[in-house]
């Protein structure tokens, strides 16, 4: 029994869940108007595009085959459980469902060959979302240039996404059933780590029932965890969770993440950075709106260069610059790399004794931590560790913006000449 991929399924069903319950506009409806020379226009009602973009991007994991959360692949769980879950008129019901909104064909034809709804949403999600898919791409463009036929394709994609949720929600209810049923084969699978020591208070007590995640899954982590037994429940869910936030919501990062990140994995919303004087909101996987204070308009400068522009901005933070706080959480993370790719017994070494307690915010830490302060942005998050007699010393790379520091109070690092001419600062954790 694959209990993984069930529990990816029910966690990215609940944030499609919020996504659909948040919708403004549940029904899709036409009217039809006259101009004033009498000629009759029809119009399609539609929520809009921001939360048709959220439920379309929240729902592709069910309707993509190369998901581990593909509907079929769940539903062929369910059908392998130990103890069945469903008779045979319910197992035929959900197949014929299934290749119903799988296979059902559109009107809608790109040259000369008829297109299914679930071929309209994929095309459109990868051609107009992402466009990494060169052929998606092409037929979208040529949709997208007349207007009733782009009407018709966001009209599919939005329905397409609907009836996927539907059929989610029935497959929900045979898994909690499943659950129910299968009860004693899940909780053998989810609880078999015996030998439970947190990685950072060290304790030994307490609940050991969360999974943590090295780098914050609101910093779209969603792979590099740490399985059940290396964290405390009190850790994860109390400091280690302020810490999370505070790292994927600072100031310095927080743009990146709503210009690389398509959605939020935690929230299921999409990513937003807020200054004092301004707001950086996604509202599509490739549309991002600024919103600037009417005081701040003047700090904008946007210039024309071929075929790109460029924009410039000063984002004003809403809270000083705390550099232990910052030191802290990602000490947090480094402390967890280690663990995730050496294994816990290297992080439970007493060397990272005085890290700990730094993490915990039971002291400060002797030593430094550089930031780059002149970066390329890049689309992805990056760790590497260095153990040495003399330190372990780590840098982490998130979209662009490098840290280094040392988990070891000696050697204590610092700027040098030549870190000073890329624009590498250095600051105390021990203020």
Request: proline residues 4%; aromatic residues 12%; hydrophobic residues 35%.
């Amino acid at each position: 029994m694959d209990w993984q991929k069930i529990k990816k399924f029910k966690k990215q069903f609940h944030r499609a869940r919020e996504a659909f319950k948040a919708l403004s506009v549940n029904r899709v409806s036409q009217t039809l108007y006259s101009d004033l020379s009498g000629e009759v226009h029809s119009r399609l009602i539609l929520p809009p595009e921001k939360e048709i973009s959220r439920l379309g991007v929240l729902v592709y994991p069910f309707a993509n085959p190369e998901s581990d959360t593909y509907l079929k692949t769940i539903v062929q769980i369910i059908f392998d459980a130990d103890v069945p879950v469903l008779t045979s008129d319910e197992k035929e019901k959900i197949i014929k469902i299934l290749d119903k909104i799988e296979s059902s064909k559109l009107l809608i034809q790109f040259e000369d060959t008829a297109t299914t709804a679930r071929d309209s949403y994929l095309d459109y999600f990868k051609g107009e979302f992402f466009s990494n898919d060169v052929i998606a791409f092409r037929k979208i463009e040529r949709f997208m240039r007349n207007p009733v036929m782009k009407e018709q394709v966001v009209c599919n994609f939005y329905s397409y996404s609907k009836n996927v949720y539907t059929v989610c929600v029935e497959i929900y209810s045979y898994v909690r059933k499943m659950e129910k049923l299968n009860r004693s084969d899940f909780s053998e699978e989810v609880h078999s780590n015996k030998d439970n020591q947190c990685i950072y208070c060290l304790s030994s007590g307490g609940k050991f029932t969360s999974e943590e995640h090295v780098y914050p899954e609101s910093l779209c982590n969603g792979k590099i965890i740490l399985p059940k037994g290396n964290v405390c429940d009190e850790c994860n869910n109390g400091i280690l969770s302020d810490l999370d936030n505070h790292l994927s919501n600072h100031e310095m990062l927080a743009f990146l993440k709503v210009f690389y990140m398509p959605i939020q994995q935690k929230t299921g919303k999409f990513p937003s950075a807020t200054y004092q004087n301004m707001k950086v909101e996604k509202t599509h996987p490739r549309k991002i709106s600024i919103n600037m204070q009417s005081d701040s308009a003047k700090s904008v400068t946007l210039k024309e260069d071929g075929n790109f522009v460029n924009l410039k901005f000063k984002g004003i933070g809403r809270r000083p610059f705390n550099a232990v706080f910052l030191g802290r959480a990602l000490y947090k993370v480094a402390l967890g790399v280690l663990a995730w790719q050496l294994g816990a017994s290297v992080a439970l070494n007493k060397k990272y004794d005085l890290a700990r307690d730094f993490i915990l915010g039971k002291s400060t830490f002797t030593n430094n931590l550089l930031i780059t302060f002149e970066v390329e942005p890049k689309g992805y998050i990056e760790g590497v560790f260095v153990p040495t007699e003399q330190g372990t010393l780590f840098a982490l790379s998130i979209y662009g913006v490098t840290f280094a520091f040392n988990l070891e109070p000696s050697p204590v690092i610092d700027v040098v000449p030549e870190l000073e001419k890329v624009h590498v600062r250095s600051y105390s954790l021990s203020a």
